[in-house]
């Protein structure tokens, strides 16, 4: 599965969830799945984005959150998933998709091919952990975590492949805020 298939597959069952992304490619395959109020799209900062979402999902306990991650994202940041799995926050959805590379800068490799993300995610009590490859595994997973109560980590294998000059986040960092803002308020 490319990481743009995989991407569609939870875009095209979004309602009101709000969807915090990793920086890179993440950003500009669900900016170009689609472009939703409800997303915040990480710039620069990587790593950042599990925290913005934890600090989101304890704000916002009747909005369900969802993470757009990547391998090298988590990587940076890897304390974050020990937080998470101190505050146990049950409208968290971390995805993780993980292509074992640094994918939107040229592919160098990552060590989430020896290093297990999942176990990670296990260690640190998220109260459900899925890996999955496949396509229509992923559709029934998602569809399922969807309606469960977390945190929930999903690591999703996907391919290095991406598309040559898929659009950029054209939305300056002020406009990705405010929007974001006013679907927090909705
Ligand atoms: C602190 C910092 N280091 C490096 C970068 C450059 N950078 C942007 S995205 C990225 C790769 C992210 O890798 P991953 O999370 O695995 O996502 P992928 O691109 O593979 O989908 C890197 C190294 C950055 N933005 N910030
Ligand atoms: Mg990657």
Redesign the pocket.
């Known amino acids: 599965m490319k990481?743009k298939e995989a991407i569609k597959v939870v875009v095209d069952l979004l309602e009101k969830e709000l969807v915090v992304h990793?920086?890179?490619?993440?950003c500009r395959e669900s900016f170009t799945a689609c472009d939703r109020m409800e997303n915040f799209y990480m710039v620069?900062?990587?790593?950042l984005a599990s925290s913005i979402g934890l600090g989101l999902a304890i704000s916002l306990p009747h909005r369900k959150i969802i993470i757009f991650?990547?391998?090298?994202?988590?990587?940076?940041n890897l304390g974050s998933l020990t937080m998470i799995g101190d505050l146990l926050p049950k409208n968290l959805l971390h995805i993780v998709?993980?292509?074992?590379?640094?994918?939107?800068?040229g592919?160098?490799r990552?060590i989430?091919g020896t290093i297990k993300l999942e176990e990670i995610a296990k260690s640190a009590r998220y109260s459900r952990v899925e890996k999955v490859k496949e396509k229509d595994e992923f559709k029934n997973v998602i569809k399922d975590c969807l309606k469960c109560d977390g945190p929930i980590f999903i690591l999703v294998k996907?391919s290095?492949e991406?598309d040559e000059g898929i659009a950029r986040v054209s939305h300056t960092t002020e406009t990705i805020k405010r929007r974001f803002i006013s679907a927090i308020k909705d």
């Open positions: 990481r990793a920086n890179g490619m993440i620069g900062s990587m790593g991650d990547g391998d090298g994202n988590v990587l940076m998709f993980d292509n074992e590379v640094y994918g939107s800068t592919n160098q990552t989430s996907v290095r991406s």
